[in-house]
């Protein structure tokens, strides 16, 4: 045992909390974002205060995709799933604006 695992490990665990972070927010922005505004489309909102606006439902949902895909990694990945966890805090909170 060398003096530089635990910092090496440190330093991975770090990167897998980042790594997660932009895999929840990739998945936020790739499948959330689409099927909200594809929903206003359906719905016939396509104003532009309807399409800049969140609705609490919609933040919910966007909020649900990288916590349901963290739930999922959990076990075997628990870091990046820290990682989602902390992507979909932030998604709720910049929606939120």
Request: proline content about 3%.
């Amino acid at each position: 045992m060398t003096n530089n695992e635990p910092r090496r490990t440190a330093l991975q665990n770090i990167w897998q909390i980042f790594v997660g972070y932009l895999l929840g927010l990739l998945v936020v922005q790739l499948v959330g974002i689409f099927f909200v505004r594809f929903a206003h489309a359906v719905r016939g909102q396509m104003n532009l205060q309807h399409l800049s606006e969140s609705s609490v439902s919609a933040r919910l949902f966007l909020i649900s995709l990288p916590t349901l895909a963290a739930a999922m990694l959990l076990r075997k990945r628990p870091f990046v799933a820290l990682g989602m966890l902390l992507s979909a805090a932030v998604v709720w909170l910049i929606s939120g604006v």
